[in-house]
């Protein structure tokens, strides 16, 4: 499940690696009202996507990205009515909610996670080299939303990226329930949705995922027991975030498949179009119809 707008190619590019490597998959692409929806009809016809129009009261900002919070967790708890009739998962469902832009995908990752973690909802961890304190953007979203000593409790944890979560829905609906209340006491301290500065969401989320909330966390999610990530490499690795990676380490076997400096063979790859290299080769492996994108 994930919410697109604009970037008509991006968005057939994340499709059709789902289609292609994972094509058991229910894909749901959630496109605000203000989109043209035709530019991403095809991918529904084409590839099995389903299109399901919401409405985002802060439309392309950041106040957007803490809304789809609560947006995902009432489509995916049944709160929307016939917005989505018929299309709630079963309890025993997994779902990932996740970017669009920069994610493809290389192998269903369902079947790991639940192997790896049952009943859990896995968070992607990011370079382990990293931490909160010691990667400037998250020291700046931390600071920023939780003052010094917010930042001071989370220095030493490693930086979780809140664009993919994979999980048991039960545990996933705890952690959007959470995600929802953090980001509704983060826009009334900051005065309004229009305030809110972009990156707010990987805030809140690393506060949550690492349980260093202040004094008043939300009850509906625990860290520890609801909670697991998916390293950046070894073999319990799903969920692969390459910013930080540098690109000597990228590996990229005989088949055009990315596997981490370890060899591990993630299922999941985000933010690779910081290497431009490898979202070179990747396009090449999605080209652009023209007339269809």
Same mark, same amino acid.
């Given at each position: 499940?994930? &919410?697109?707008?604009?970037?008509?190619?991006?968005?057939?590019?994340?499709?059709?690696?789902?289609?292609?490597?994972?094509?058991?998959?229910?894909?749901?692409?959630?496109?605000?009202? #203000?989109?043209? /929806?035709? *530019?991403?009809? @095809?991918?529904?016809? !084409? %590839?099995?996507?389903?299109?399901?129009? /919401?409405?985002?009261? @802060?439309?392309?900002?950041?106040?957007?990205?803490?809304?789809?919070?609560?947006?995902?967790?009432?489509?995916?708890?049944?709160?929307?009515?016939?917005?989505?009739?018929?299309?709630?998962?079963?309890?025993?469902?997994?779902?990932?909610?996740? =970017?669009?832009?920069?994610?493809?995908? *290389?192998?269903?990752? %369902?079947?790991?996670?639940?192997?790896?973690?049952?009943?859990?909802?896995?968070?992607?961890?990011? =370079?382990?080299?990293?931490?909160?304190?010691? +990667?400037?953007?998250?020291?700046?979203?931390?600071?920023?939303?939780?003052?010094?000593?917010?930042?001071?409790?989370?220095?030493?944890?490693?930086?979780?990226?809140?664009? /993919?979560?994979?999980?048991?829905?039960?545990?996933?609906?705890?952690? &959007?329930?959470?995600?929802?209340? &953090?980001?509704? !006491?983060?826009?009334?301290?900051?005065?309004?949705?229009?305030?809110?500065?972009?990156?707010?969401? !990987?805030?809140? @989320?690393? +506060?949550?995922?690492?349980? @260093? +909330?202040?004094?008043?966390?939300? #009850?509906?999610?625990?860290?520890?027991?609801?909670?697991? %990530?998916?390293?950046?490499?070894? $073999?319990? +690795?799903? /969920? $692969?975030?390459?910013?930080?990676?540098?690109?000597?380490?990228?590996?990229?076997?005989? %088949?055009?498949?990315?596997?981490?400096?370890?060899?591990?063979?993630?299922?999941?790859?985000? !933010?690779? =179009?910081?290497?431009?290299?490898?979202?070179?080769?990747? =396009?090449?492996?999605?080209?652009?119809?023209?007339? #269809?994108?």
């Amino acid at each position: 499940m994930g &919410l697109v707008w604009g970037l008509p190619a991006e968005t057939a590019r994340f499709v059709r690696s789902w289609a292609r490597h994972a094509p058991g998959v229910r894909m749901l692409l959630l496109v605000p009202t #203000k989109e043209d /929806v035709r *530019q991403k009809a @095809h991918l529904e016809r !084409q %590839f099995g996507a389903e299109i399901i129009h /919401v409405h985002l009261s @802060h439309y392309k900002s950041a106040g957007g990205e803490l809304e789809r919070f609560e947006l995902y967790k009432r489509l995916l708890s049944g709160d929307l009515g016939n917005l989505w009739p018929e299309r709630r998962p079963p309890r025993d469902a997994w779902v990932t909610i996740t =970017d669009v832009r920069d994610v493809v995908v *290389q192998d269903d990752p %369902f079947a790991r996670a639940r192997e790896l973690w049952p009943s859990k909802v896995v968070f992607g961890a990011e =370079d382990a080299r990293l931490t909160v304190g010691t +990667c400037p953007f998250n020291a700046a979203w931390i600071s920023y939303l939780f003052g010094q000593a917010g930042l001071d409790r989370m220095r030493d944890a490693p930086v979780s990226c809140s664009g /993919v979560t994979i999980g048991a829905i039960d545990p996933l609906l705890k952690y &959007l329930a959470a995600m929802s209340e &953090l980001a509704a !006491q983060v826009v009334a301290q900051t005065g309004g949705y229009g305030n809110v500065r972009r990156g707010s969401d !990987q805030g809140i @989320h690393n +506060c949550l995922v690492h349980g @260093h +909330c202040g004094t008043a966390p939300p #009850k509906t999610f625990d860290a520890e027991t609801d909670g697991a %990530f998916s390293p950046n490499s070894g $073999h319990r +690795c799903v /969920v $692969h975030t390459m910013a930080w990676v540098p690109w000597s380490e990228v590996r990229i076997d005989a %088949f055009g498949r990315v596997r981490t400096a370890g060899g591990t063979f993630p299922a999941i790859l985000h !933010q690779f =179009d910081r290497h431009i290299a490898l979202k070179n080769m990747i =396009d090449a492996s999605y080209p652009i119809v023209v007339g #269809k994108e």
